[in-house]
């Protein structure tokens, strides 16, 4: 019996500890801030939610991230406001196949719309890009839907140039080249494929009017006008006015309520750490989140957000 117990008690020594379970994070192109902020949430999980850790996901960002929410094959997802919004009430793009389970954890930032071109490229305006190359984003991603909009809303179609379905870092090379003429960001500033390209050739941010920012807004209410800061790439000389959407971090209303609650807790009690890795992270805010998500908020997110006292309005409640 003594040998039986000795043997047990020895099993028991050298079980492996139980291993965390891993999430995943559906971000979007290495050249954009989801990769770089889904891998500081990745540490921020890892480090503060315990029994989980997790990874981060390249994709397509907004418009895949939000179908690998409803189908499970991601936990968590970043995504333009505008993409969520049109997946949670299916319109839009999503017309036909609505995402109504879709839940907001917070808007972590917002994503400045950015045209860019090479400074002697004769573009200065939305109206220069008819007849010419222009990349419009990675296909079905946010800054293709939000380029979409702003165009359409503002007289302008594919059929008024040749657009181009590019990454971030495809459309930095390409301008580079000389193979486009110019390219659509929708990402928050400073981005990195931007900041290299602007390392290597003059640059110029096109900005636009404030009509043009009427007209894009009617069309889609999540937008909001955003000032582009002097100096913010090499080359920029001044500030430029544009449009920014925010962006949402989402999961499915079946998590667990309370590992919402964890990771919403952590990513706003350690937030310092995100700001290390993007300086993006300096709008992860209570008062951002509760100002520009079009969505409710997971139970957990909002067990959260009332604890510390937020305004949660009543279209964010569940």
Not at 110 to 130: H, M
């Amino acid at each position: 019996m003594r040998h039986l117990l000795f043997a047990a008690a020895a099993a028991i020594a050298i079980a492996p500890a139980a291993q965390a379970q891993e999430l995943s994070i559906a971000t979007g192109g290495t050249g954009g801030v989801y990769y770089p902020y889904g891998g500081g949430l990745a540490e921020v999980i890892g480090k503060y939610v315990d029994g989980y850790s997790a990874s981060v996901e390249v994709t397509g960002a907004s418009v895949e991230n939000m179908a690998l929410i409803q189908r499970g094959d991601s936990d968590i997802a970043l995504a333009l406001a505008d993409t969520v919004y049109q997946a949670f009430t299916g319109t839009g793009a999503f017309d036909g196949r609505q995402i109504p389970e879709a839940r907001a954890l917070a808007s972590i930032y917002p994503n400045a719309v950015q045209l860019v071109t090479l400074a002697d490229s004769g573009i200065s305006s939305l109206e220069d890009l008819r007849g010419k190359r222009v990349s419009v984003g990675a296909p079905g991603s946010g800054t293709e839907l939000s380029a979409q909009i702003i165009l359409a809303a503002n007289g302008l179609s594919y059929d008024d140039f040749e657009p181009q379905r590019l990454n971030f870092n495809e459309t930095a090379d390409a301008i580079r080249d000389s193979d486009i003429v110019a390219g659509f960001w929708s990402v928050g500033p400073p981005t990195s494929s931007i900041m290299n390209l602007a390392a290597t050739r003059s640059i110029s941010v096109v900005g636009l009017t404030e009509d043009e920012i009427a007209k894009a807004r009617e069309a889609e209410p999540t937008f909001a006008p955003y000032t582009l800061r002097e100096g913010m790439y090499d080359g920029m000389g001044e500030a430029v006015l544009t449009i920014s959407t925010p962006n949402v971090l989402v999961v499915h209303a079946d998590m667990d309520e309370e590992l919402a609650y964890n990771i919403t807790k952590a990513m706003y009690e350690n937030v310092a750490e995100l700001i290390a890795i993007h300086p993006a992270a300096n709008d992860t805010t209570i008062d951002f989140s509760v100002a520009s998500t079009p969505i409710p908020f997971h139970p957990g997110a909002l067990r959260y957000l009332e604890e510390v006292g937020a305004a949660v309005q009543d279209h964010q409640r569940p």
